[in-house]
């Protein structure tokens, strides 16, 4: 069992930037604004790297090129929540005149259908479960405005998409894309609760899969569903077509980014979507740690945003060659292998979990018990992150601050745990 390569040409990579860069209809007026926008894709296409937005272009407009229809519904995902798609322009000086630029890639490409909707997140939700149904060979997305707005869905989630197949032995690959990260932006748009999602996953934390050279997709095929937080635009490109290449169907819950999408650091290159490369589950610390692993005195690992916070304060503090901070990219099912690897790359060293979310919810009791089972329980794993707490994230700015900076000291203090505690 095998997946397509999911890299596509620097030609076509090309070509479909040129398409997200342009305006392509003649005599349509956009935004002002708009203009600035499509001059840093531009700049991007020059420089051959892309942003979170542009990497989805890449993998959407490489699909409808391929004849594979995609679907992307949700509150606001024609401009995107924060202001990075635009997929649909509007023209300035007639009424109701757009142009969708992906509809544009190739005369005999599949339809893109995108759509606001209205804000009832259990009813759409449900909708286009429904429509993934019906269609297996399109690739359908639905896009919650917050991570958070999951809530109002959960019957959906719960009773349909998690246990679908267990059920009804029918297969189902939509796709949740749950926008997720401590910004300070409050209780009720910060988390996208992966601790429920993880909870309902179905693969065994104390069993460490037989190593063969299908393991990766052995493992998707026998999962209820696949839950990822992607840190790097290339990898969110590779997860999306991935989910059409695959020999089956399941769903894939996705933990977007909010603050990443125009991070400075959060850029892939060309190079890392070319034919020959793929998802990575999980992505080893490749920096002046990789060169002498046994000077190392701590492994950090973590998935999504904090990594980029755990890297700028590691840097800051001359840490770069004694602390390895590795990141987690696919949660569910767990990339035991791979995980497994980098404990015996750096077998001095301690072994600490950090997440940015509070300790009874996020990543940590989901990891915990598979990453024991990893190292047969012969190292401690210490954990740094929030306190535990009964709502997703403090309301107060300062506070927030004030909880981050303790959360990044105690991962990155080397004499924070004891070997006595």
């Not at 007026?29 to 700049?43: F, N, Q, V, Y």
């Not at 509150?75 to 990075?84: I, M, Y």
């Not at 999306?240 to 695959?246: E, H, T």
């Amino acid at each position: 069992m095998s997946c397509p390569s999911t890299g596509i040409s620097e030609e076509e990579l090309s070509h479909i930037g040129n398409i997200a860069a342009s305006v392509p209809v003649e005599d349509f007026t956009i935004h002002g604004g708009l203009t600035r926008i499509l001059k840093g894709r531009a700049d991007m296409l020059s420089q051959r790297v892309c942003d979170w937005a542009l990497s989805e272009y890449m993998a959407f407009g490489s699909l409808l090129k391929d004849r594979i229809h995609i679907r992307l519904s949700g509150q606001d995902v024609e401009r995107g929540t924060f202001s990075h798609r635009h997929h649909v322009l509007h023209d300035q000086n007639v009424d109701k005149r757009i142009c969708i630029p992906m509809n544009y890639i190739s005369p005999d490409q599949a339809p893109y259908t995108v759509c606001n909707s209205s804000l009832s997140e259990y009813g759409v939700l449900g909708f286009e479960l429904g429509f993934a149904m019906a269609s297996p060979n399109a690739l359908v997305l639905w896009e919650a405005q917050f991570g958070d707005f999951n809530n109002t869905a959960q019957c959906i989630i719960d009773q349909f998409i998690s246990s679908g197949q267990a059920k009804w032995v029918r297969h189902n690959g939509i796709v949740l894309l749950l926008p997720h990260g401590m910004e300070g932006m409050g209780p009720e748009h910060s988390s996208a609760r992966p601790e429920r999602f993880l909870q309902m996953c179905n693969d065994d934390p104390d069993v460490f899969p037989k190593l063969t050279e299908d393991v990766a997709v052995r493992q998707l095929y026998d999962c209820n569903w696949i839950v990822v937080n992607c840190s790097t635009p290339a990898n969110y490109f590779h997860v999306l077509r991935r989910q059409i290449l695959l020999p089956f169907r399941k769903p894939l819950i996705v933990f977007t980014p909010k603050s990443l999408l125009r991070h400075p650091e959060a850029r892939s290159s060309f190079d890392d979507m070319l034919p020959g490369t793929a998802f990575k589950r999980v992505i080893p610390d490749d920096g002046p740690v990789a060169s002498s692993p046994e000077k190392v005195r701590r492994v950090i690992f973590c998935s999504g945003k904090i990594y980029y916070e755990l890297i700028r304060e590691r840097k800051n503090r001359g840490m770069d060659d004694a602390v390895a901070v590795v990141r987690i990219e696919q949660l569910s099912p767990f990339p035991f292998d791979l995980v497994k690897a980098e404990t015996e790359r750096f077998l001095k060293a301690d072994l600490v979990w950090c997440q940015e979310e509070h300790k009874n919810q996020g990543y940590y009791d989901y990891v915990k018990p598979r990453l024991h089972t990893t190292i047969h329980s012969t190292r401690h794993l210490w954990y740094a992150g929030r306190d535990p707490a009964a709502a997703p994230a403090t309301g107060n700015k300062h506070t927030h601050v004030t909880e981050l900076q303790r959360l990044l000291d105690t991962a990155l203090d080397l004499e924070a745990f004891s070997r006595n505690d």
